[in-house]
């Protein structure tokens, strides 16, 4: 299984140490996992979505897209706002994961 890493805006540069603790225990665990490129803003999904769902949706299926086209069978992320978005929308859409 081929890992994708998403870390977002806020941990690289408000949190470094739970990047730096992601990368060590990915490692310790003989995980492999790629860091995707491209990916969208994930925004706070509850504002957004408050906002426009279909905006919500379609930022989140375009980085389950992005993430498609990189290869990467799976989403490891550091945020919570990745982990509770991308779900809900590919449920949203009626894509599950064995569908890709």
């Not at 994930?42 to 980085?63: E, G």
């Not at 498609?68 to 945020?79: E, L, P, V, Y």
Request: with cysteine; aromatic share 4%; net charge neutral.
């Amino acid at each position: 299984m081929k890992y994708g890493l998403f870390l977002g805006c806020a941990v690289p540069t408000r949190l470094p140490f739970v990047e730096a603790a992601t990368h060590y225990v990915l490692e310790r665990l003989e995980i492999e996992a790629t860091a995707l490129q491209d990916m969208a803003c994930c925004m706070d999904p509850i504002v957004l979505k408050s906002l426009s769902h279909d905006a919500w949706l379609t930022v989140a299926a375009r980085n389950l897209s992005v993430v498609a086209d990189q290869g990467c069978d799976a989403i490891q992320s550091r945020i919570s706002l990745g982990l509770s978005t991308n779900p809900s929308a590919r449920h949203a859409s009626g894509r599950s994961a064995a569908s890709r």
